[in-house]
């Protein structure tokens, strides 16, 4: 079974064209059998909504879980649509739940879409899709812990978290070096400084970063970490994850970007696909 996670970029390509049609080809390319999404506004447009529209042409069914209501923050018009994170699934969609992370910060409320699917064995599996926030790390770190007490009532259970962390991993920037880079290019960017303390508590929880299951050989200071994800055109961060429960991890076999032609263009992010020979809940 095939897994995919994938930040769509609220429907829209880096320069601002619609992306429906773009991300279908990407995500039919990769075969996947459940696929995470963020920055997903629902129903967009009202009468047409992007996301049904994505689900029927892969054939999928779909959940959505809301972060934001119709309008959002106060700078949004009246009819703006709620924003949130989504499940594709080629199995049969059992149940949802949107759960809210706090705190809630001057760009809006994050959140994590809590999936339960039947797997191929006819067990229940539960897929965990979220997007925390993407400047501090401090309020990544609370969100994590609100996404913690619901996370814990599968610790037994194989299950999979996915999504758009916007963190680091201290083990993409092994060398004085490789870090020196990664300062530079977040000065660059006015963003604050780097940490890594939020994928070191994650995996402290036991979760198994999949990627990092079949990293290759360390990438030279100069060039950036294996597996980068963000900007899709030329990767510089990796910030989006696939993590396995222990039960799950067992099973997996492959883990890598989804650096297919159109997903250069498709988003901003690149998505990354994990493959797992099993998955029975």
Same mark, same amino acid.
Not at 153 to 175: C, E, I, K, T, W
Not at 176 to 196: C, E, I, K, M, V
Not at 197 to 207: T, V
Not at 219 to 236: H, L, R, S, V
């Given at each position: 079974?095939?897994?995919?996670?994938?930040?769509?970029?609220?429907?829209?390509?880096?320069?601002g064209? &619609?992306?429906?049609?773009?991300?279908?080809?990407?995500?039919?390319?990769s075969?996947?059998?459940?696929?995470?999404?963020?920055?997903?506004?629902?129903?967009?447009?009202?009468?047409?909504?992007?996301?049904? *529209?994505?689900?029927?042409?892969?054939?999928?069914?779909?959940?959505?879980? &809301?972060?934001?209501?119709?309008?959002?923050?106060?700078?949004?018009?009246? !009819?703006?649509?709620?924003?949130?994170?989504?499940?594709?699934?080629?199995?049969?969609?059992?149940?949802?739940? $949107?759960?809210?992370?706090?705190?809630?910060?001057?760009?809006?409320?994050?959140?994590?879409?809590?999936?339960?699917?039947?797997?191929?064995?006819?067990? &229940?599996?539960?897929?965990?899709?979220?997007?925390?926030d993407?400047?501090v790390? @401090?309020?990544?770190l609370?969100?994590?812990?609100?996404?913690?007490?619901?996370?814990? /009532?599968?610790r037994? /259970?194989?299950?999979?978290?996915?999504?758009?962390?916007?963190?680091? @991993?201290?083990? !993409?920037?092994?060398?004085?070096?490789?870090?020196?880079?990664?300062? @530079?290019?977040?000065?660059?960017?006015n963003?604050?400084?780097?940490?890594? *303390?939020?994928? *070191?508590?994650i995996r402290?929880a036991?979760?198994?970063?999949a990627?990092?299951r079949? /990293?290759? $050989?360390?990438?030279?200071?100069?060039?950036?970490?294996?597996?980068?994800?963000?900007?899709?055109?030329?990767?510089?961060?990796?910030?989006?994850?696939?993590?396995?429960?222990?039960? @799950?991890?067992?099973?997996?076999?492959?883990?890598?970007?989804?650096?297919?032609?159109?997903?250069?263009?498709?988003? *901003?992010?690149?998505?990354?696909?994990?493959?797992?020979?099993?998955?029975d809940?």
């Amino acid at each position: 079974m095939k897994v995919l996670t994938y930040n769509i970029h609220g429907w829209r390509t880096a320069e601002g064209a &619609p992306n429906v049609a773009l991300v279908a080809e990407v995500i039919a390319a990769s075969d996947a059998d459940l696929v995470g999404l963020n920055e997903v506004f629902h129903p967009q447009p009202a009468s047409a909504p992007a996301l049904a *529209d994505l689900a029927a042409r892969l054939g999928m069914s779909w959940a959505f879980g &809301p972060t934001q209501p119709a309008q959002g923050r106060p700078d949004n018009p009246p !009819d703006h649509p709620p924003y949130g994170n989504a499940l594709l699934s080629r199995w049969p969609i059992l149940a949802y739940a $949107a759960h809210h992370l706090a705190p809630m910060t001057s760009y809006g409320k994050r959140g994590m879409l809590e999936t339960r699917v039947v797997a191929p064995s006819g067990r &229940p599996l539960t897929i965990y899709v979220t997007h925390l926030d993407h400047r501090v790390e @401090a309020l990544r770190l609370e969100q994590w812990a609100a996404a913690l007490t619901w996370l814990l /009532r599968d610790r037994a /259970r194989q299950h999979l978290l996915l999504g758009d962390f916007n963190a680091l @991993a201290a083990v !993409d920037y092994p060398s004085d070096a490789a870090r020196g880079r990664l300062a @530079a290019y977040q000065q660059a960017q006015n963003w604050p400084p780097s940490a890594f *303390d939020l994928i *070191d508590q994650i995996r402290k929880a036991g979760y198994v970063d999949a990627y990092d299951r079949f /990293r290759p $050989a360390e990438a030279a200071p100069e060039a950036a970490p294996p597996g980068a994800t963000f900007p899709a055109a030329e990767p510089e961060r990796r910030i989006d994850y696939i993590f396995a429960s222990p039960a @799950a991890a067992e099973h997996l076999i492959a883990c890598r970007p989804f650096d297919h032609p159109t997903a250069r263009s498709a988003s *901003d992010h690149l998505p990354v696909l994990a493959e797992f020979d099993a998955l029975d809940g």
